[in-house]
Nanobody, 126 residues
Framework: EVQLVESGGGLVQAGGSLRLSCAAS????????IGWFRQAPGKEREGVSCISSSDGSTYYADSVKGRFTISSDNAKNTVYLQMNSLKPEDTAVYYC???????????????????WGQGTQVTVSS
């Protein structure tokens, strides 16, 4: 059974940093892409950043380029999202997702991902 468990969310002031973690189990980690998505109240779920565990290729949404960094520790089956220079508009529930059919270097769409974590709340105060 695929399991994804997010952690690291919280409340931070604008300009601050947080690091999210996504611990994965139940599948061959090296064959999958892991994505971070977020959903703010009243908005659609959007792709933030994705990484291909096989070759390390990454994708970032324009809104987070230069501020967020995704990384993968394949030995620990864990993907991290380092979020710096946080803005109030980054406030959302952040989810990690996994799927084997994502084109490396892209994030696809939320519907392309078959497995999801429970989400972790990130709140950035102004």
């Amino acid at each position: 059974e695929v399991q994804l468990v997010e952690s690291g969310g919280g409340l931070v002031q604008a300009g601050g940093s947080l690091r999210l973690s996504c611990a994965a189990s139940g599948f061959t980690f090296d064959d999958y892409a892991i994505g971070w998505f977020r959903q703010a109240p009243g908005k659609e779920r959007e792709g933030v950043s994705c990484i291909s565990s096989s070759d390390g290729s990454t994708y970032y949404a324009d809104s987070v380029k230069g501020r967020f960094t995704i990384s993968s520790d394949n030995a620990k089956n864990t993907v991290y999202l380092q979020m710096n220079s946080l803005k109030p508009e980054d406030t959302a529930v952040y989810y990690c997702a996994a799927d084997w059919a994502i084109v490396p270097g892209t994030c696809g769409r939320p519907t392309d991902f078959g497995s999801w974590g429970q989400g972790t709340q990130v709140t950035v105060s102004s």
